[in-house]
């Protein structure tokens, strides 16, 4: 059902053209908070707190409701319209894998670590996936799959940079952890005084650490990142206790996490929850969201326009400039970019 339509026309003074962002309010028939998305062909699936996981086509959402009902889905990722994997995550064994798969639920993974707590994953293709999760023994906790998360095992700390006192990551959006092409991918940091980024070449069997310049703090740190190739990527975070104050909290990269530049301030104050990151007419659009609101730049971090002021964790843009925004009290906002 449609609720309301906005348009909002954006000037991109370093470029010739001018985007216009579209945003229109959706149902989503979930009252919960919406933390992470997976847009596949013909659908977005949606996953968020009480177990919420909904299939959202042509603007109808369709819920899938699951047995386990007090579940914090704070990830999600659709092979097909029959298949789903949702990440719940907590402490030890409220840590799980769940899956959707032809019309019934199970649990094919649940962490068997006290002091674990898993925070966001992806995939490379339908079979090879990657799950980080805090720290808790001196090392990264880092699982992979190679059967499209039936099975899991752990990355061989032999092949880890150990991990900083506290660190770990923020289950914020799902989006701590993205897959590259060939192999590669990258992880952003948090808590304890950490942010570095991890990476791999190697569908992650072995990683790498490099520091990143990000705010850093017993609850800071990188949040969300999103690279459109191996060179071009945005780290976005903040201090999760800070939320009313402007922090070093966006940066650059256009040599695959070597060197970092300052985005401009932004609008919205506080910390960023999730990123964003097209090339849409040849302009570098970042999107960033967080518990104050939603923010757009068509000049690569340059200005930045508000969008929202809503309490959003997840955002979500493609190549064709159409997305979405997600957050708090089944908030769901459709954008497009163009």
């Known amino acids: ?43 977005t699936w949606i996953s968020g707190t ?7 086509a042509d603007k109808e959402a369709q819920v899938y409701p699951c047995p386990i009902d007090s579940l914090q889905l704070r990830d999600v990722h659709a092979f097909s319209n029959d298949h789903v ?3 719940s995550i907590g402490v030890g064994n409220a840590s799980k894998v769940m899956s959707w798969k032809d019309g019934k639920w199970s649990v094919p993974f649940t962490l068997d670590e006290p002091e674990g707590f ?9 079979r090879r996936g990657v ?5 808790f023994d001196g090392w990264p906790f880092l699982l992979i799959t190679d059967d499209a998360g039936e099975n899991w095992q752990r990355v061989d700390t032999t092949s880890l940079p150990s991990a900083g006192v506290g660190e770990g990551g923020f289950a914020s959006s799902g989006t701590c952890v993205q897959s590259g092409e060939n192999g590669t991918a990258w992880i952003g940091t948090g808590a304890g005084g950490n942010a570095r980024l991890l990476l791999t070449s190697d569908y992650g069997k072995t990683w790498q650490a490099v520091t990143t310049p990000m705010i850093k703090g017993e609850a800071a740190g990188i949040t969300s990142l999103d690279f459109i190739d191996d060179q071009n990527g945005i780290i976005v975070g903040g201090d999760l206790q800070i939320t009313e104050e402007y922090t070093a909290n966006i940066f650059r990269t256009k040599d695959g996490g ?16 999730c990123v964003a990151y097209e090339k849409i007419n040849r302009q570098h659009v970042f999107i960033i969201c967080g518990p104050n609101g939603a923010d757009v730049s068509t000049d690569a971090g340059k200005t930045w326009k508000n969008i929202s002021q809503h309490d959003l964790w997840r955002c979500e843009l493609n190549k ?14 459709e954008i497009n970019i163009n």
């Open 1 to 43: 059902m449609r609720i309301g339509l906005l348009i909002i026309t954006i000037i991109c003074t370093s470029c010739s053209s001018t985007l216009q962002i579209t945003k229109e309010t959706v149902e989503s028939s979930s009252e919960q908070l919406l933390i992470a998305s997976h847009s596949t062909a013909d659908a």
């Open 320 to 333: 064709n400039g159409a997305g979405w925004l997600m957050g708090r009290g089944g908030k769901l906002i």
């Open 258 to 273: 070597k060197t970092w530049a300052a985005a401009a301030q932004p609008i919205t104050k506080g910390a960023f929850y």
């Open 131 to 135: 799950i980080y999760g805090d720290s």
């Open 118 to 126: 898993l925070d966001c994953m992806d995939f490379w293709d339908h």
């Open 85 to 87: 994997i949702a990440l």
């Open 50 to 56: 009480q177990s919420t996981l909904i299939r959202l």
